[in-house]
């Protein structure tokens, strides 16, 4: 099982920027998946981003299309998600998740989570 610690959340204004880290250990990580996703107060978990961590792919809800990037640094075993124009919308606390299933965008699809980071969007 992969353990995994995020960081990076915090306050910042409409139109503003912050990247995210998530760092993982535990199990080899050649062949997962590494995703992010976001959960507003009273609203279900949903799928920002994701990419296989042994390659460049990837793919974005399409509400952050464009706005946010997620990459990795193998030799660090982190993953970022670099968040720009930032709306209101944007909101919530943020997961770290990894999983097996290539193009999942579920959360049931990701087996091990962050305790999460909170992205707060001033208006």
């Known amino acids: 099982q992969v353990q995994l610690v995020e960081s990076g959340g915090g306050l910042v204004q409409t139109g503003g920027s912050l990247r995210l880290s998530c760092t993982a250990s535990?199990?080899?990580?050649?062949?997962?998946?590494m995703g992010w996703f976001r959960q507003a107060p009273g609203k279900e978990r949903e799928f920002v981003a994701a990419m296989y961590w042994s390659g460049a792919i990837t793919y974005y809800a399409d509400s952050v299309k464009g706005r946010f990037t997620i990459s990795r640094d193998n030799a660090q075993r982190t993953v970022y998600l670099q968040m720009n124009s930032l709306k209101y919308e944007d909101t919530a606390v943020y997961y770290c998740?990894?999983?097996?299933?290539?193009?999942?965008?579920?959360?049931?699809?990701?087996?091990?989570w962050g305790q999460g980071t909170q992205v707060t969007v001033s208006s």
């Open positions: 535990g199990r080899t990580f050649s062949s997962y998946v």
């Open positions: 998740a990894a999983g097996l299933r290539w193009g999942g965008r579920s959360p049931t699809d990701f087996g091990s």
